[in-house]
């Protein structure tokens, strides 16, 4: 970073980043395919995973594509209307608006599609392959938050490789707070315990 970012595009890029982030679109889908509240729902996350557990596959989708959007958004106005560097600001707080939204007293979901579709914003082939490594991690074990913290764990090695060193750091503070909501699934994935993708199962944590 060659010059400090102005105060003024630094809260600017946490406000809009934050806000992006705190829209709960998976409560939003759910209400709107006729399922409920969500939060009452399987494991009560906010997430797609847990939207896909309604049956409303319309509606995870929706969810997914929305969350990962938000992030995707937060970095591409913070590129377009602020200063240089403000998208790492607004990323950050489209992740912690997403895990912390003070709507739903801080209790949101695990950020990993928003991740996703920061990752995609910021470099598009680093996004790529983060969502490629996910997909492939799911297909070989069928565990969602097995999938996710592979793909998260190695996208600042993805932003380091590609020449998007900027952004490694702040991929690897969002990786530690998305690895850090899973730490449930971590203790499940330890005991051999955490359900595969398409289980209703009570225990299962939803993933974005």
């Not at 600017?12 to 409560?27: C, K, N």
């Not at 797609?48 to 990962?68: H, P, Q, S, Y």
């Not at 928003?114 to 991690?137: D, E, H, M, R």
């Amino acid at each position: 970073m060659t010059e400090p970012l102005p105060l003024y595009a630094s809260l600017a890029a946490l406000a809009l980043g934050y806000l992006l982030g705190s829209i709960p679109f998976g409560i939003l889908f759910a209400r709107l395919s006729g399922a409920g509240d969500l939060r009452k729902i399987g494991s009560g996350n906010i997430g797609a995973t847990n939207v896909l557990r309604t049956g409303k596959k319309w509606a995870a989708l929706a969810t997914l594509i929305c969350d990962g959007g938000k992030g995707a958004a937060a970095v591409l106005l913070a590129r377009f209307f602020l200063p240089h560097y403000a998208e790492i600001f607004a990323a950050l707080a489209a992740v912690l608006g997403h895990l912390f939204p003070v709507w739903l007293r801080f209790k949101g979901g695990k950020g990993v599609a928003t991740f996703i579709g920061i990752a995609l914003a910021l470099n598009w082939q680093v996004g790529l392959l983060v969502a490629a490594t996910w997909l492939l991690a799911a297909l070989i074990w069928r565990i969602s938050s097995l999938s996710a913290l592979i793909a998260v764990g190695l996208a600042p090695a993805y932003f380091f490789a590609l020449g998007a060193r900027d952004y490694t750091s702040l991929a690897l503070v969002l990786a530690v707070l998305v690895v850090f909501m899973h730490r449930e699934n971590i203790r499940r994935l330890l005991r051999g315990e955490e359900p595969r993708i398409g289980s209703r199962g009570k225990t299962d944590a939803a993933q974005s």
